[in-house]
């Protein structure tokens, strides 16, 4: 019998926003529902986020933004993680969302938005169903 | 979010109520609990406006005065703000808080790529003593005080601010400023920290210093259990972190051979209201009365405005949902209630859009309105601590200051508040706490109004404010043209005196106060002090 390959999850705090209670929360939730999550940490540049998640193997990176630049974020990693050929590592945000954004985060190829409050249960269940 | 546990039977009844800061509550209170928490009416409470102050600083409490109330106010360019502030003044608002963009807070220049799509998103944008002046245009520095949320480089806001009043023809010995300027609390749970712990908190202790000597009416630091709170803390362990980071800035300043007695007075605090009316009211009367005992048996101080617990008791914005948004104006309203009934100073309330983005002014304007409905309507200035003799109320408070004692000497085993900052232990303990509840919530273990129980119904959409992509490009225009017009050459002398000076771990803040009036952008300043200090690497928590 085998195992199948745990989900490897980088979560980031791009930029300067510096409010990660978010973050850390839904990192101790992944890996309480057995995925292995990586922190990265504050104030990461795109830079250091897709190195991070190079060097990791990850399979998914997800954002937490809270400062309301998540439409400019998300487009300027999803472009970064094209041209650098790793477009296999799909991408999900979450944070201060309004409703009328989700849909364009969607349009750009965001495989996950999920804004402040969305059960865990959801967020594992949509992380799971990308894999 | 901050709600106590309630456990019931089937038929609703509660069966058990369980405080966050872990205290049980009984269903009845009488003078037993009292007898057997060992409650003395003469030392645990004394007389309002004497030694412990639990019931109140001042003898009189708000019948003398009623608190200051001061909104977190700024966004866009130093000319959004200016306006702003000048509204909030208009509408009786007595004190000005000022907010920062990211850029800014962590030091950057709004021409610094790493400061783009955040110019003036989640406050104002600052690049020199120019924002200043027009930020601060009109604004009567001797009659209003400022808080500047600023903290990683505090030291340079302060400068300006200094800088701005005597461009503006106020001594600096008449301003009163009150820069946040509490660094080991943004590694807790703010995050905007830059330098690494040590010289960030030397950076702390030259404000001190120099506000000592300098800015008579100016106070230094406001250690913020508030963001601690926030990010997932505990009440107790709020009101615990405050203190061991106070003590943490005491001993900065002390080790310069300078005896506490003559800066103490000058701590302010900010400190969270949400959660549970009544264990908040017990917060601030145990941490009123701690924050005195402590200051009087560990450093000896002995005036008795030294041993004030002063400070911002503000509604936090945790405790608000973006479910149901107006549901908010309500929540705030209690909040406030706690505040006053706890006895705040200085108050401020969260705007109810503020789970979405920062207030619109008729947002901004319900919470200052809800804060003169309290003082002017309810009945809050009638009396001192009216609550003061209540069974419950006074068993509580003493309940709370044990767990406070407890949480601090946690703090203390994991080696002090600056040994568990930098290996990661207390940033771990809050972050657990915050999933914790989070759990709680999605299981329904704790209620939320609109959250996880009484959802249904309208969810309406809320008028939000626009960020305006354009006041980017105008700050950095208008920066462009600053390194244009200024003495780069003074600028450039001035900024390697600031390195050396920082070097040779001298105050620096006379020299920042010199680069600032040379028009010496935030960017440069903070730059010079990333040079010397590097910057800080979070542990790893997981």
């Not at chain 2, 005597?166 to 080991?184: C, H, M, R, V, W």
């Not at chain 2, 209620?447 to 992509?469: F, M, S």
Request: include cysteine; proline fraction near 4%; hydrophobic fraction near 40%.
């Amino acid at each position: 019998m085998t195992t199948p390959k745990k989900i490897r999850i980088l979560i980031a705090k791009p930029d300067l926003d510096g409010h990660d209670r978010g973050a850390k929360v839904i990192a101790l939730a992944l890996r309480d529902a057995g995925m292995e999550v990586i922190y990265s940490g504050l104030h990461q540049s795109l830079d250091q986020i897709v190195n991070t998640a190079t060097q990791e193997s990850v399979d998914l990176i997800g954002l937490s933004i809270m400062t309301g630049a998540h439409l400019q974020i998300c487009r300027r990693l999803l472009g970064r993680l094209k041209s650098d050929a790793l477009d296999h590592v799909r991408v999900v945000v979450g944070g201060v969302i309004p409703k009328d954004d989700i849909q364009p985060l969607i349009d750009m190829g965001t495989a996950g938005v999920f804004p402040g409050g969305t059960p865990f249960e959801e967020i594992i269940d949509a992380i799971s169903a990308l894999f | 979010m901050g709600v106590a546990r309630y456990i019931k039977n089937e038929k609703d009844a509660i069966q058990e109520v369980i405080y966050q800061s872990g205290i049980k509550i009984k269903p009845v209170y009488n003078k037993n609990d009292l007898d057997a928490i060992g409650f003395d009416a003469a030392t645990d409470l004394g007389e309002p406006g004497a030694f412990p102050f639990t019931r109140s600083l001042h003898p009189q409490g708000y019948r003398s005065r009623a608190w200051t109330t001061r909104q977190y106010t700024g966004f866009g360019t130093p000319t959004e703000t200016n306006e702003r502030f000048k509204y909030m003044i208009s509408h009786g608002q007595s004190g000005l808080n000022v907010a920062f963009d990211l850029p800014t807070q962590m030091g950057l220049d709004s021409d610094d790529p790493r400061a783009e799509g955040e110019i003036g998103r989640v406050g104002m944008a600052v690049d020199s003593l120019r924002d200043f002046e027009i930020a601060f245009q009109d604004i009567p520095f001797d009659r209003i005080g400022t808080g500047l949320t600023i903290n990683a480089n505090a030291t340079v806001m302060l400068a300006m601010y200094q800088a701005v009043a005597e461009k503006f023809g106020y001594a600096k010995e008449k301003i009163s400023a009150t820069p946040q300027n509490d660094i080991l609390k943004e590694m807790i749970g703010r995050g905007a920290w830059i330098f690494p712990v040590e010289p960030a908190v030397r950076l702390v202790g030259d404000t001190i210093e120099y506000a000592m000597q300098e800015l008579p009416r100016c106070n230094p630091v406001s250690i913020c259990g508030y963001h601690i709170r926030e990010s997932g803390a505990t009440p107790a362990q709020e009101i615990a972190c405050a203190f061991e980071i106070a003590k943490t800035y005491i001993e900065n300043v002390a080790d310069r051979g300078i005896d506490p007695e003559d800066f103490v007075g000058r701590f302010s605090f900010n400190l969270n209201v949400f959660g549970n009316l009544w264990e908040q009211v017990a917060k601030f009367r145990a941490a009123r009365k701690l924050w005195a005992k402590m200051l009087r048996s560990e450093y000896g101080i002995k005036a008795k405005k030294n041993l004030f617990l002063r400070g911002l008791f503000g509604g936090g914005g945790s405790g608000l949902t973006k479910e149901q948004p107006e549901n908010n104006i309500i929540r705030s309203a209690y909040y406030a209630l706690a505040a006053a009934l706890g006895g705040a100073q200085t108050t401020a309330l969260c705007s109810f859009d503020e789970a979405y983005t920062i207030p619109t002014p008729r947002a901004a304007l319900l919470s200052l309105r809800t804060l003169e409905i309290l003082m002017e309507e309810v009945g809050l200035r009638d009396t001192v601590d009216p609550l003061a003799g209540s069974y419950f109320i006074e068993t509580l408070t003493k309940e709370m200051e044990a767990k406070i004692l407890e949480e601090m000497q946690r703090i203390q085993a994991m080696g002090g508040m600056t040994q568990a900052v930098a290996s990661g232990a207390i940033q771990l303990e809050v972050a657990r706490q915050a999933y914790e509840f989070e759990k709680a919530l999605q299981n329904k273990e704790a209620v939320k109004v609109g959250v996880n129980k009484y959802t249904e119904g309208d969810h309406p959409e809320v008028e939000l404010h626009a960020y305006n992509e354009s006041w980017a490009e105008t700050q950095i225009d208008s920066l462009k043209q600053l390194r244009r017009e200024r003495d780069s050459r003074e600028v450039i002398g001035l900024l390697n005196k600031l390195k050396q000076t920082a070097r040779d771990k001298i105050n620096v803040m006379p020299v920042l106060v010199e680069c600032c009036r040379a028009y010496a952008t935030v960017g440069e300043m903070t730059g010079v002090f990333r040079e010397v200090y590097g910057e800080w690497q979070e542990p790893n928590l997981f």
